[in-house]
């Protein structure tokens, strides 16, 4: 499968299509990463060097891989966080241009607005691209419980009420939604689940939940669900493989004590995953 995905690029450390890219060209898919910032390395920091670029390099880029032809079996546009309406604009035209060359592809957006520990973290003019012009684009979009929330001006927290938003920003486009980090609060102390939705039905996977938070992560989860939901459409069977590999993955960043994703000496994770988490239907 091929895959166009455009995100950040970091040298040290793993996050945006550092951390999206190479999980997916592990799994066997050709990754086209285009960039929207090039930082020796993630915000989280506090102090990094390295050029934003604008919605016209990243247009640049997307007509230059088109000449080549290399849009024209494109199955899959990801991006992650969008830092304005320049850049914003820049993808949903690069998603128009995909689509005029392969009506088959599935534009997947990971809406980064902020989260339940931290809140919004995002500009006004962010919240407002992400939620009034992107998310009604996107064929697949993959919240947090927290974003979910903001995107559809709900505040859910059991599962009922997540499925209840979950239709609300289904009725407004995506047809297919992963909602990561959900925190029920009826849940099993140290636990955290996912749920995904789409036509078929609705299903819910949980895992432990490790004692750290690691940049990065929401990024290999929605670059590994989408891509496989887009080449099996089995959502069920691309939840518990996304799950499986995240958690070992994050396992293994745990005990190495690393600040930074241990994504390459996860790569095993992502194709034969050593955990398997049951998937429950509820809807
Ligand atoms: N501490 C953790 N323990 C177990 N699983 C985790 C943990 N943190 C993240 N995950 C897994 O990774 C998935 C993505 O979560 P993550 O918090 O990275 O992204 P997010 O929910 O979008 O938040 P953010 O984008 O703010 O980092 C979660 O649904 C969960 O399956
Ligand atoms: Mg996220």
Redesign the pocket.
């Known amino acids: 499968m091929r895959i166009l995905s455009i995100q950040s690029s970091v040298s040290y450390g793993h996050v945006g299509n550092s951390a999206a890219v190479f999980p997916l060209q592990r799994i066997g898919h050709e990754v086209m990463p285009v960039y929207t910032v090039i930082f020796s390395n993630h915000t989280g920091y506090g102090d990094w060097g390295g050029p934003m670029l604008t919605g016209d390099n990243v247009r640049d880029v997307v007509r230059g891989i088109d000449a080549r032809g290399g849009l024209d079996d494109v199955d899959l546009v990801l991006s992650g966080y969008q830092g304005g309406n320049d850049i914003g604009d820049a993808i949903l035209d690069a998603v128009a241009l995909v689509k005029e060359r392969n009506p088959q592809a599935l534009y997947a957006c990971?809406p980064?607005l902020?989260?339940a520990a931290?809140g919004c973290s995002v500009a006004p003019e962010v919240q407002s691209l992400i939620r009034d012009r992107v998310v009604p684009k996107a064929d697949l979009i993959?919240?947090?419980?927290f974003?979910l929330g903001f995107i559809t001006g709900t505040d859910p927290h059991t599962i009922e009420e997540t499925l209840v938003s979950v239709d609300l920003v289904r009725a407004n486009g995506p047809k297919n939604v992963l909602v990561?980090?959900?925190l029920r609060p009826d849940r099993e102390e140290g636990t955290?689940?996912?749920l995904a939705v789409t036509e078929a039905g609705a299903w819910i996977v949980q895992?432990?939940?490790?004692?750290?938070?690691?940049?990065?992560?929401?990024?290999v989860?929605?670059a590994l669900f989408s891509a496989q939901l887009r080449e099996s459409g089995d959502a069920a069977a691309a939840l518990g493989r996304t799950?499986a590999s995240?958690?070992e993955l994050?396992e293994n960043t745990l005990n190495a004590g690393s600040r930074e994703l241990q994504l390459i000496e996860s790569q095993d994770a992502y194709v034969s995953p050593k955990h398997s988490f049951e998937v429950i239907q509820v809807r």
């Open positions: 990971d980064v902020g989260s931290s993959t919240p947090n419980q974003e990561t980090s959900v955290i689940e996912m895992t432990p939940l490790l004692p750290f938070k690691v940049n990065g992560s929401g990024d989860t929605a799950a995240v958690y994050l």
